[in-house]
């Protein structure tokens, strides 16, 4: 099993930056790739970003190419998601995911464990 807590969610003006973190306790955090994946209210959850065990591979959604960046310190447990230049539509409860030996993994069917979530609020 692994646990998975994401923090640092909030409220921000358009434009601004959240630093969002994942921190996992259980299994070998460093035997599992990380995506990151947000529900607006109505919509499906969808992806934002993924990055493989090693770090080595990383992918983003389109719409967040450029503003955001994720990361993993495997040392501390805990993979990040940095977002910059954040925009209304950037609103929603912010998920973290983990799957087993993966390389990048874009659906949510393909990840083994989920966090509760953090919720980011863009205003205008």
């Known amino acids: 099993q692994v646990q998975l807590v994401e923090s640092g969610g909030g409220t921000v003006q358009a434009g601004g930056s959240l630093r969002l973190s994942c921190a996992a306790s259980?299994?070998?955090?460093?035997?599992?790739?990380v995506g990151w994946f947000r529900q607006a209210p109505g919509k499906e959850r969808e992806f934002v970003a993924t990055?493989?065990?090693?770090?080595?591979?990383?992918y983003y959604r389109d719409s967040v190419k450029g503003r955001f960046t994720i990361s993993r310190d495997n040392a501390k447990n805990t993979v990040y998601l940095q977002m910059n230049s954040l925009k209304p539509e950037d609103t929603a409860v912010y998920y973290c995911?983990?799957?087993?030996?993966?390389?990048?993994?874009?659906?949510?069917?393909?990840?083994?464990?989920w966090g509760q979530g953090t919720q980011v609020t863009v205003s205008s």
């Open positions: 995911a983990a799957a087993y030996l993966g390389g990048l993994k874009f659906r949510p069917d393909e990840y083994d464990y």
């Open positions: 259980g299994r070998t955090f460093s035997n599992y790739a």
């Open positions: 990055i493989s065990w090693s770090g080595g591979s990383i």
